[in-house]
Nanobody
Framework: QVRLQETGGGSVQAGGSLRLSCVAS????????MGWFRQAPGKEREGVAA????????WYADFLRGRFTVSQDNAKNTLYLQMNRLRPEDSAMYYC????????????????WGQGTQVTVVE
């Protein structure tokens, strides 16, 4: 069992930036994938970005258009999501998750989830 704790959410104005962090504890192996997902009211949970712990290879959702960057510090068991040029439509609860690398942006492939951190972007 892996425990994940997200921090860094908050309210920002459109065009601003936030950096989310996720600290993991428990058994994490080299072939695990760590991902960021988000869910807004009335919408399905969607993948934002993910990264392989072993190779450090990232994957991004197409809608990001280069605005977000996922990174990790494995020595600290920490995952990051740098979010730039935020838009109101980015407002959602953001979740950190751990899972297999079969489908890196598919929520159903992830078994361990944090409790989420709220991101609100206002005009």
């Amino acid at each position: 069992q892996v425990r994940l704790q997200e921090t860094g959410g908050g309210s920002v104005q459109a065009g601003g930036s936030l950096r989310l962090s996720c600290v993991a504890s428990g058994s994490i192996t080299g072939d695990d994938c760590m991902g960021w997902f988000r869910q807004a009211p009335g919408k399905e949970r969607e993948g934002v970005a993910a990264i392989r712990r072993l190779s450090n290879s990232p994957w991004y959702a197409d809608f990001l258009r280069g605005r977000f960057t996922v990174s990790q510090d494995n020595a600290k068991n920490t995952l990051y999501l740098q979010m730039n040029r935020l838009r109101p439509e980015d407002s959602a609860m953001y979740y950190c998750a751990r899972g297999s690398c079969d489908r890196m942006l598919e929520p159903r492939e992830y078994s361990d989830w944090g409790q989420g951190t709220q991101v609100t972007v206002v005009e």
